[in-house]
Structures are given as structure tokens and as C-alpha cells.
């Protein structure tokens, strides 16, 4: 009995500690998301497929359909492996202004942002369960040279991308 006490206590402590990794709701963004927030929500989405090249930045969010990572050619592989039963796509921008962007995504799902050759590093990442229409958002450094954003790892077929301008 002991020993069943002890495994339950451990797999809530486990369980409490990924849930304190995972904030949840809206409020628990680490900045304001509320425009990010309306772009992915907004009705009728443009629906691209995953490959698609754009001659610049969208002016409103999109919906980038998804196919399994096999299927998926990504020009990069990505930095983290997606799990089975995931989904990943791709998209190129052939022109963007140098700036600040945040990249937002509707649902979970890992952002490979690739230009000039290199993947990107993040400046500053935002993630929060339970917040319907947006699951994270990431701020990037770009430059004015085209760029390929990958998604892999998403749980569902399809996610509403959002790239904008930091204010």
C-alpha cells in the first residue's frame, strides 16, 4: 500500500510540474496578445497550402493547411523532431520589411523560421493553454531577404499563422 501511495504521490508531483510549465488562459501571455489574437480568430482566413509562396507578408492572418512530416518537405529539417501523429507544412515569403514580427499560431506546434540559410532564434517566446484562438506567439529579428516559415509537431491538419509588426 505504501508503495502505491508512493508512486500516486509522484505522479502528481509529475503532473503538477508540466502543468506549472503550461500556464493557462489568456491573462498568462508574457505580453499583450490581444491583436494577435483577433488576426488568427478573424472569419474567412485565406487557406494556403503547405508549400505556398507569397510574394510578400500576408496583410491578415492565414490558415496553412498541414500534411503528415513525411509528407510535409520541409526545406529545413526542424529543430525539434515532431512526435507521431503530428502535422507540419511550410510557406515562403519572397519580400518583408527588416523588423521586429511576432508570429503567432492558433494551436501547439514548433516555428522553424529560416532565412538566408540560417534558422532563426527566437527573441522572445509567449505560450498559453487554454486561450481559444491562440496557443503561442514568438517574436523574431527579420531581415529584408525572403524567409521560410515551418511549422511541425501540430496536432491538428491545419493552424491560422498571424505574422505582424511588434507596436
Avoid at 500516486?8 to 510540474?17: N, Q
Avoid at 503547405?50 to 491578415?60: F, I, K, M, T, Y
Avoid at 526545406?75 to 523532431?81: F, G, N, S
Amino acid at each position: 500500500m505504501r508503495v502505491l501511495t508512493l508512486i500516486a504521490a509522484l505522479a502528481f508531483g509529475a503532473t503538477s510540474a508540466l502543468a506549472a510549465e503550461e500556464p493557462s488562459g489568456c491573462d498568462k501571455f508574457k505580453w499583450p496578445i490581444e491583436r494577435e489574437r483577433a488576426a488568427l480568430t478573424a472569419p474567412d482566413l485565406a487557406k494556403l497550402a503547405s508549400g505556398s509562396e507569397q510574394a510578400a507578408l500576408p496583410s491578415s492572418a492565414i490558415s496553412l493547411g498541414l500534411v503528415a512530416p513525411s509528407e510535409a518537405k520541409l526545406p529545413t529539417p526542424p529543430e525539434r523532431a515532431p512526435k507521431d501523429g503530428t502535422f507540419a507544412g511550410f510557406m515562403r515569403i519572397k519580400s518583408a520589411k527588416a523588423g521586429l514580427y511576432t508570429i503567432s499560431l492558433s494551436v501547439g506546434g514548433w516555428i522553424d523560421l529560416v532565412q538566408d540559410g540560417h534558422v532563426l532564434q527566437p527573441v522572445a517566446f509567449s505560450g498559453a493553454t487554454d486561450c481559444s484562438g491562440i496557443r503561442k506567439t514568438v517574436k523574431y529579428e527579420l531581415s529584408a531577404q525572403p524567409f521560410v516559415l515551418q511549422v511541425s509537431g501540430a496536432r491538428d491538419n491545419s493552424v491560422a499563422i498571424a505574422i505582424l509588426p511588434v507596436q
